[in-house]
T-cell receptor
């Protein structure tokens, strides 16, 4: 079975400071990993994904994430946070060993990010 | 066009009403999804359509009835709902169901309140 953990319910950071949102995963084989962001009363927006190759993935709005296979982690990072980055962030995994699962994602519980001016 | 649209944005219905949610995408995606999301929780998958055929039903109660009239449209018919069904209903699409590396594109959702 595949699972995702986001150990922090909320992350507070001052504007201009680095932002990190943590994600760890568990899969049987190799993972496809995704980050989505959700602004209040909106749907989820895709930020970035890791499929294979370079462990550092760059995405939308200045976000990046580093895939670490030994630590089974895929932490989301932004060098300088903006107030507008305040939102709910979801990490998701899809285990491609389980082919019958198709494109079914397993989401983490979400991390609320609050960036203060 | 990289947008998934959903109508209506808000819906209030009684437990005896029949209503429908609508979702549309024009990205040529062949997989479409319905999710239910409670406040501050991750989305929960309800249904998956692949090439207009129902591929996944996550043991959803029969008071929710999905329909995929064509490759661009997805409906969710609602009947005899319960107050606990109140939630944000999200539609999503992706290029193919069987290609797990494809990201899903989400619509803005319909906020449903069942009285």
């Amino acid at each position: 079975a595949q699972s995702v953990a986001q150990p922090e319910d909320q992350v507070n950071v001052a504007e201009g400071n680095p932002l990190t949102v943590k994600c760890t995963y568990s899969v049987s084989g190799n993972p496809y990993l995704f980050w989505y962001v959700q602004y209040p009363n909106r749907g989820l927006q895709f930020l970035l994904k890791y499929i294979t190759g370079d462990n550092l993935v760059k995405g939308s709005y200045g976000f990046e994430a580093e895939f670490n296979k030994s630590q089974t982690s895929f932490h989301l990072k932004k060098p300088s946070a903006l107030v507008s980055d305040s939102a709910l962030y979801f990490c998701a995994v899809r285990d491609y060993v389980i082919k019958a699962a198709g494109n079914k994602l397993t989401f983490g519980g979400g991390t609320r990010v609050l960036v203060k001016p | 066009d990289t947008e998934v649209t959903q109508t209506p944005k808000h819906l209030v219905m009684g437990m005896t009403n029949k209503k429908s949610l609508k979702c549309e995408q024009h990205m040529g995606h062949r997989a479409m999804y319905w999710y239910k999301q409670k406040a501050k929780k991750p989305p929960e998958l309800m249904f998956v359509y692949s090439y207009e055929k129902l591929s996944i039903n996550e043991s959803v109660p029969s008071r929710f009835s999905p329909e995929c009239p064509n490759s661009s449209l997805l409906n969710l018919h609602l009947h005899a709902l319960q107050p606990e069904d109140s939630a944000l209903y999200l539609c999503a699409s992706s290029q193919e169901w069987g290609q797990g590396w494809n990201e899903q594109f989400f619509g803005p959702g319909t906020r449903l309140t069942v009285l």
